[in-house]
DNA sequence: AAAGTAATCGATACAACATATCAATCCAAA
DNA sequence: TTTGGATTGATATGTTGTATCGATTACTTT
């Protein structure tokens, strides 16, 4: 179950806990002075009950309720705060999802497209000292692995 | 000078050099059935001319005399077959650039835009255990390393 | 509780980037 | 030189995301 550890919707009790994540998100982001408003709140519910990365057109779709500007102008803030993170596809499409915590990149399966955390960054160090060989002066990086997740290699 | 490793324009004798690259990359085209067009070529020669990575509007703007189309399609022929790879800015603006050798990774001079390789991907076993370590059979990465050149460091 | 004020909303227009269409043209092999 | 398929370019379309703006809503102040 390695792989679907992300996986937030697919329990017995998706309300309690998807609800308790919307109310953090929306807490955060009053702290950091932006409101709670209905539609909001619906787009991060909507977000929250994604099980895999997802696209924006793919959340627009799931909330027709809901116009098109504000939800990307939600996903975006959300991006902004550091709540939601961009997942980048080995074919080049960009998805999003929920961001579990800091510093950390994505597995990605090919095959069943499901995403992991590798939370601890060991490359990091390896990637300052080769930069520094080159000249560089490391500040960042973008890191996606791809490959299969444990269920999709036993099929 | 390692900032500039990778700068095919800046030398004395701009036409040679620049042209037999654009001759290499024809010729490995051809071998692969595609045909040597006076429109392709100019594509490849400016892209071969760039010293940056560049977007595909700006590779547009160089070729007035080439249609949009066909420098489009130019630039994903060659990223389909290696010539050209892409390169992701930290600001998500997505780049383009002559591709130098197999696998490896780019450096990126967030002050004045210079590119560099990673030659050497020595973090990939690393990330394959760790991969490994979620469940993951790891077959591929994406890296961009974002930082400051030694150039730009000076100043 | 009422009111003021700025944030937010949604419909829509617009922008940036890239691909699909298709008749005309060109390359390269026979 | 002929010929068939690759390539071209003008243009339409698609995709993804942002800007505009009047109407509405949430939060604060009184």
Same mark, same amino acid.
């Given at each position: 179950?390695?792989?679907?550890? %992300? %996986? ?6 998706? *309300?309690?806990?998807?609800? +308790? ?12 002075? &932006? *409101?709670? /408003? #209905?539609?909001?709140? @619906?787009?991060? /519910? ?7 990365? !997802?696209?924006? #057109?793919?959340? $627009?779709? /799931? =909330?027709?309720?809901?116009? *098109?500007?504000?939800? &990307? *102008?939600?996903?975006? @803030? ?9 997942? =980048? ?6 998805? &999003? ?9 994505? =597995? =990605? ?20 000292? +080769?930069?520094?060989?080159?000249? !560089? ?8 692995? &791809?490959?299969? $997740?444990?269920? $999709?290699? #036993?099929?």
């Amino acid at each position: 179950m390695i792989a679907a550890a %992300n %996986n937030h919707s697919d329990h017995e009790h998706p *309300r309690p806990r998807s609800a +308790a994540v919307v109310d953090d998100i929306v807490s955060q982001l009053s702290d950091l002075g &932006y *409101r709670d /408003s #209905e539609p909001r709140r @619906l787009v991060i /519910s909507a977000i929250a009950a994604q099980s895999r990365p !997802f696209t924006a #057109e793919e959340l $627009c779709a /799931s =909330l027709p309720c809901v116009g *098109r500007a504000t939800v &990307y *102008r939600g996903l975006r @803030l959300l991006v902004e705060t550091g709540q939601v993170c961009r997942v =980048l596809l080995e074919d080049h499409d960009l998805r &999003y999802q929920l961001s579990h915590q800091g510093h950390h990149h994505h =597995l =990605l399966c090919g095959v069943c497209g499901a995403s992991a955390d590798l939370e601890v960054c060991d490359a990091e160090d390896i990637l300052r000292e +080769a930069a520094a060989a080159a000249g !560089f002066r490391m500040s960042g990086h973008w890191l996606e692995v &791809y490959g299969q $997740c444990g269920e $999709c290699i #036993e099929d």
